[in-house]
Nanobody, 121 residues
Framework: QVQLVESGGGLVQAGGSLRLSCAAS????????MGWYRQAAGKSRELVAL???????NYADAVKGRFTISRDNAENTVYLQMDNLKPEDTAVYSC???????????????WGQGTQVTVSS
């Protein structure tokens, strides 16, 4: 079992920044990557960024150049630094453990409770 706890969400004005954290505990050794997803009201969940255990990261086009994913392996924590936020970034952000196989990310059923990010215009 893997437990994930997200934190760091909040209300921010457009152009502002937030830093999300995801602390993982439990049986994480079988996964080689972690991802940040978001789900806006009335929309499907989408993968925003992922990072492999070695540190290589990938981003959705909508956030490239504005978001940075990083990890502290010693603390089993993944971060999402979000800069130049836009109203369309408003969503519940959740982290997920998974595996990258053949360049594709396969998320596991392990999810945190999510953290709300609201960006006002």
């Amino acid at each position: 079992q893997v437990q994930l706890v997200e934190s760091g969400g909040g209300l921010v004005q457009a152009g502002g920044s937030l830093r999300l954290s995801c602390a993982a505990s439990g049986s994480t050794s079988s996964f080689n990557a972690m991802g940040w997803y978001r789900q806006a009201a009335g929309k499907s969940r989408e993968l925003v960024a992922l990072i492999r255990n070695g540190g290589r990261a990938n981003y959705a086009d909508a956030v490239k150049g504005r978001f940075t994913i990083s990890r502290d392996n010693a603390e089993n924590t993944v971060y999402l630094q979000m800069d130049n936020l836009k109203p369309e970034d408003t969503a519940v952000y959740s982290c997920n453990t998974g595996r990258v196989i053949g360049g594709l990310y396969y998320g596991s059923p392990n999810w945190g409770q999510g953290t709300q990010v609201t960006v006002s215009s």
